[in-house]
């Protein structure tokens, strides 16, 4: 094994530092989840949102065609089998 032990020791505790940082950024996000709640809006629409806004507009301009076609394909919505 190679490193000195004061290398691995600054190693470990910077990604000890990051992990601990995630898990307060998560508690937050909670949180802001609980107050979008509370204030009447459909968080599971929310979070789609940003999931959209967090993808290529290429990649997604993309996806949105090649869903929309299959869509088309598969006929009207109240058609389909339960």
């Known amino acids: 094994m190679q490193g000195n ?3 691995i020791r600054g ?3 910077r990604m000890e530092t990051i992990d601990a940082e995630i898990r307060d950024r998560r508690e ?3 949180e802001i989840v609980q107050e ?3 204030a009447g809006i459909d968080t599971k629409a929310l979070n789609a949102a940003i999931r ?3 993808k290529d507009p290429v990649e997604l ?3 949105e065609d ?3 076609h299959i869509l ?3 006929g009207p919505l109240f058609d389909r089998v339960a």
Do not use: L, Q, Y
Request: hydrophobic residues 50%; charged residues 40%; positive net charge.
């Open 52 to 54: 959209e806004r967090a």
């Open 28 to 30: 937050d996000r909670r």
């Open 72 to 74: 088309a394909s598969a």
């Open 5 to 7: 032990t004061d290398t």
């Open 11 to 13: 190693f470990v505790a």
């Open 66 to 68: 090649r869903k929309a």
């Open 61 to 63: 301009a993309a996806f």
């Open 36 to 38: 979008a709640k509370a």
